[in-house]
């Protein structure tokens, strides 16, 4: 009797893919030609109606739809950019490829800021459009670091940037995946692809477990090791309960934060970077407010910024003069970005650095 074998499963492309952010948001919704959007990551929510398809879509897919051509012109050049930067990490393209490929994408992040300045929030769920932007200005941060770094001379600290980059391209990644969260309620809920199972990103990076870890000559803050990975539920606690919680973790203030960036306090600055740290890595393990995963998300990620924005503090102060300000420039506007992330039940939190900062010129000016 002749033997049989189990038959295996046609192969497809992007099995078990993780999928996060924007470029993700690119490659799935290829594979799924003909859906009008994705949501690829954050929670349901119980308390929202399931929204009634229409031939075109619900609003929320519509919405979404129009958010992405906002993100147009950054997503001809989004994906060979990454790619470009993974390439000089490996040392197999030279400073001024890759300082060209940034200013590039400078000029197409300042496109899609425009765009979504203008675009009206979308009424169901406001906060998703703040987010949008908030992850392009992230974007634009991170570009700006590129540039910056590939005139840093070779040896640790630009070795130290040059992770710096990713992980600010990383949090612009998981506050994009927040708008979509946000938005996800409202739109047609997502089609399963034969062959492919999406797995979330989780919502919050934990740098300790990875590769993109900081180190010397910036501060390795430490913390759990351990990997995450994206949780369907979470526990919750009273809103009240939460921010008794941020209030008593002892968070360094805006204040103190603006003058250590400002004056390059080093051991302020290595001191907050663990602070900010600490803290977001205790709200991960502890209950999410009342219906709010959202916010304790977003939290998380502002304090993960402004750690990023106290590092690059340090790398203003130990560059050379003629990276500094920069640096400095980034830093600040890191730290804008966490202020624009606080979550105003906790009450106002501004650094006093101008919210101008995250505007990125075009490369050519518009004629009148």
């Excluded at 954050?42 to 398809?53: V, Y």
């Amino acid at each position: 009797m002749a033997s049989s074998k189990k038959k295996q499963p046609a192969r497809t492309g992007l099995r078990n893919r993780k999928v996060q952010g924007f470029a993700a948001l690119l490659v799935v919704a290829a594979v799924a030609s003909g859906v009008a959007a994705w949501s690829l990551s954050g929670s349901d929510s119980a308390d929202s109606p399931a929204p009634t398809p229409t031939p075109t879509g619900t609003p929320g897919d519509q919405y979404q739809g129009d958010v992405l051509k906002d993100f147009a012109n950054m997503s001809t050049t989004l994906v060979s950019y990454l790619q470009t930067l993974q390439n000089w990490r490996k040392d197999t393209v030279d400073d001024q490829q890759v300082a060209a490929a940034a200013q590039n994408m400078l000029g197409d992040i300042a496109a899609t800021q425009q765009a979504l300045a203008a675009r009206a929030a979308f009424e169901q769920a406001p906060r998703a459009v703040v987010d949008y932007r908030l992850a392009a200005d992230g974007y634009a941060q991170s570009a700006a670091l590129t540039k910056v770094t590939a005139a840093v001379p070779r040896g640790a600290l630009r070795t130290q940037l040059q992770l710096a980059i990713s992980r600010v391209q990383t949090l612009s990644d998981r506050v994009f995946d927040q708008a979509q969260a946000e938005l996800k309620p409202y739109m047609t809920p997502d089609r399963d692809i034969p062959g492919v199972v999406i797995r979330k990103a989780p919502e919050v990076p934990n740098w300790a477990a990875g590769d993109y870890a900081p180190k010397a000559p910036l501060t390795d803050v430490g913390g759990d090791k351990t990997q995450r990975e994206y949780q369907d539920t979470r526990p919750e606690q009273s809103v009240a309960a939460w921010s008794k919680l941020v209030r008593g973790a002892d968070l360094p203030s805006a204040k103190d934060e603006a003058t250590a960036i400002s004056d390059g306090k080093l051991p302020a600055l290595r001191t907050q970077a663990v602070d900010f740290t600490k803290v977001s890595d205790l709200l991960y393990g502890k209950p999410d407010p009342k219906a709010g995963r959202p916010s304790n998300t977003r939290l998380q990620l502002a304090l993960l910024i402004d750690a990023e924005a106290t590092q690059l503090g340090q790398a203003a102060a130990l560059a050379p003069q003629a990276d500094h300000d920069a640096l400095l420039t980034v830093a600040k506007s890191l730290a804008v970005i966490g202020d624009k992330l606080w979550d105003p039940q906790l009450g106002e939190r501004s650094t006093g650095f101008p919210d101008s900062l995250l505007t990125t010129l075009p490369t050519a000016t518009p004629a009148p």
